[in-house]
C-alpha cells in the first residue's frame, strides 16, 4: 500500500508468519470472489472490483492526482481508497485490488479496526507482495482464468486476448498464469536503442515462471535473430530458442509477439515452452 504517513512501523521480529498470513489472505480473496458470483455481481470477466470492493467496506473510490499509485483511507469503520487517476486503467484497477487485499489481511487476523500494520505508510515489502499476490487472485480468480485458456486457447495471441478480457496488464497475467501452467513462461524482452546501434540488445524486462525457475531482470538476449525479425516485421512467430537466462538453459519452443513500440524503445513478449525443452 503507497499511503501518506502516519502510521507507525511494525517491527521485522512482531511479523507475522508470510506464508501463513498469504494463506490466510488468499482464502479470504476467494471467498470474496464466491460472495460474488453467488450475488450475481460476477460471472465472467472482468471481475467488478467496484462490487468487490463494497462487499469489504470500501464506501468510496476517488481518483486524484497524487503521487502513489494508490492509498487505502480508514474513515470510521470504512474505507476510502484513492488512486492515481494518470495511471492506465488496468494498473488502477490492479491498485483497487492491492487495496482490498490490505483490508482481507486484516479481516483474516480478526482486526475490524484501524490495525497498525495493514493500515499505514507501509515500507513492509513482505505485506506489500501479500497484497500483490491477493490482487492477482481476486482480478485473475483461477477457475475462470483456467476456463478462458481453455476455451480461447494456448498460444501467445490467444492469452493476450484473455489478459484483455480480464482487463489486467500482462506482467500480471503472466503471473497468474504461471501458478496455473508451470511449463509455461513468460518473458517481456525490452530495448532502449538510445545509442543509435543498428543491433541494440534486448534484456529482460520481467518474467513470470513457475517450479521455481529464476531469470535476472536486465538479462541479454544475446541479439537472438528470431526477436530482431519480430521487431523488425512487426509480427508474431514461433521458433526455437537457445536461452542461458539464470536456471532457465537450454534449447526451448517459443511464440514472441511485439507489444510496444515508442521512440526508439521496443518490447517482445515470449511464451516459452519450458515443459519441451530440446
Known amino acids: 500500500m503507497r499511503c501518506s504517513s502516519g502510521y507507525a512501523r511494525m517491527s521485522p521480529s512482531s511479523a507475522p508468519d508470510e506464508k501463513a498470513e498469504l494463506r490466510r489472505g488468499l482464502a479470504e480473496a476467494d471467498r470474496l470472489v464466491d460472495s460474488a458470483r453467488s450475488a450475481g455481481t460476477y460471472s465472467s470477466p472482468p471481475v467488478p472490483l467496484e462490487s468487490l470492493a463494497a462487499l469489504v467496506n ?6 486524484l492526482d497524487i503521487r502513489e499509485s494508490g492509498r487505502l483511507v480508514p474513515v470510521g469503520q470504512s474505507f476510502v481508497v484513492e488512486l492515481n487517476a494518470s495511471e492506465h486503467r488496468y494498473r488502477q484497477r490492479f491498485t483497487l485490488a492491492h487495496e482490498i487485499g490490505h ?8 482486526r475490524n479496526q484501524v490495525a497498525e500494520r495493514y493500515f499505514r505508510c507501509s515500507n513492509d515489502s513482505q505485506l506489500e507482495r ?4 491477493i490482487a492477482g487472485r481476486l482480478i485473475l480468480p483461477p477457475r475462470e482464468l483456467r476456463q478462458e485458456v481453455e476455451r480461447h486457447g494456448h498460444g501467445l495471441s490467444d492469452l493476450v486476448g484473455v489478459a484483455r478480457r480480464f482487463e489486467v496488464s500482462w506482467q500480471a497475467f503472466g503471473f497468474a498464469m504461471s501458478e496455473l501452467f508451470d511449463d509455461r513462461i513468460l518473458i517481456c524482452w525490452r530495448h532502449s536503442d538510445l545509442s543509435g546501434s543498428k543491433r541494440p540488445a534486448y534484456r529482460v524486462a520481467w518474467s513470470a515462471s513457475g517450479s521455481g525457475t529464476f531469470i535476472p531482470k536486465g ?8 526477436v530482431e525479425q519480430c521487431v523488425s516485421e512487426w509480427r508474431s512467430l514461433k521458433g526455437e530458442m537457445t536461452l542461458r537466462l539464470g536456471t532457465l538453459r537450454g534449447s526451448y519452443p517459443v511464440e514472441l509477439l511485439p507489444v510496444g513500440r515508442a521512440r526508439r524503445q521496443s518490447e517482445v513478449l515470449m511464451l516459452v515452452h519450458s515443459g519441451r525443452r530440446n
Open 130 to 133: 501479500a497484497c500483490d499476490r
Open 58 to 63: 470500501i464506501r468510496k473510490i476517488v481518483r
Open 219 to 226: 538479462a541479454a538476449s544475446g541479439n537472438d535473430p528470431l
Open 103 to 110: 483490508v482481507l489481511l486484516s479481516r483474516s487476523k480478526g
